[in-house]
């Protein structure tokens, strides 16, 4: 008997050291899935908007689309995805924000949409500054007006771009505390923490963030557990307002392009 279970102990051992080793190798495979497209043109999805690229800086040309303001100092809001999909997704997102009065930038990430290269934290980083870069020096969006939207993951990409370049305004929707903390929700027996390349440590950078920040989230996310985004709207700095939507879990509507969502960023452009 003894030396049946010591066989097992193997066995389950060998087993386990084979999935961390699929989890260190394939990881960024979990954590983003792109959609490849085909990705339509801008104004076949969205009245008056137009295809436009950004340029990192480390060389590569993204695809976006940009939905122009009702004026020229208009403010504008940029969104960033969550780990999923491409911009065509969020199209109805940008419709609403729109018809609100607002110039809007959808764009993909690296990877994303048919474009080239491969997600990863730091490259989502440049990514999301070409985006900005886009909108001050080629939009002609006044930087005072800016306005920054992160959706998931996208909550931490907006976070981290905010502590260096800050927003007039910050909506993250549904945002996780970090990374590892939202996987080890989603696989409890593995080391997590001790696996993950990618860290994206939103509660502790949103800390530093200082512009007023709204966080929007779900009571049923089966995705981001609520309590972690309570968490990133008590680690804020200047808190705005914590938004509740009683019953909604991660990609329903109502957090995608819903009332609430648009309101919480419509209220954040500052007036002059």
């Given at each position: 008997?003894?030396?049946t279970a010591l066989r097992t102990a193997v066995v389950l051992?060998?087993?386990?050291a084979v999935l961390v080793g699929l989890l260190w190798t394939l990881q960024r495979r979990l954590v983003y899935l792109p959609s490849a497209g085909p990705v339509?043109?801008?104004a076949e999805v969205i009245r008056g908007a137009r295809d436009v690229e950004l340029h990192t800086a480390d060389g590569l040309v993204l695809s976006g689309w940009f939905v122009p303001g009702p004026a020229p100092d208009a403010p504008a809001v940029l969104v960033a995805s969550g780990n999923a999909g491409h911009r065509g997704m969020r199209a109805p997102l940008a419709s609403a924000l729109s018809a609100a009065g607002l110039a809007v930038l959808l764009f993909d990430y690296r990877g994303y949409g048919g474009n080239p290269g491969s997600p990863t934290e730091s490259g989502l980083a440049l990514d999301v500054r070409a985006a900005r870069s886009y909108l001050l020096?080629?939009?002609g969006v006044p930087e005072d007006r800016l306005l920054y939207?992160?959706?998931s993951l996208g909550c931490a990409v907006v976070t981290e771009l905010a502590v260096e370049h800050p927003p007039a305004g910050l909506v993250l929707r549904s945002p996780f505390v970090d990374l590892a903390a939202v996987g080890s929700e989603h696989y409890p027996f593995l080391p997590v923490r001790a696996l993950l390349r990618d860290r994206y440590p939103v509660a502790d950078l949103i800390a530093a963030v200082r512009a007023p920040?709204?966080?929007?989230y779900g009571?049923?996310?089966?995705?981001?557990?609520?309590e972690q985004s309570r968490r990133v709207a008590d680690a804020a700095a200047q808190l705005h307002r914590l938004v509740e939507v009683p019953g909604a879990d991660h990609n329903d509507a109502v957090l995608l392009d819903g009332e609430a969502l648009v309101q919480a960023v419509v209220e954040l452009v500052p007036r002059h």
């Open positions: 008997m003894l030396r051992a060998v087993l386990f339509p043109a801008a020096e080629e939009a939207l992160g959706e920040t709204t966080v929007v009571t049923a996310d089966t995705i981001v557990p609520p």
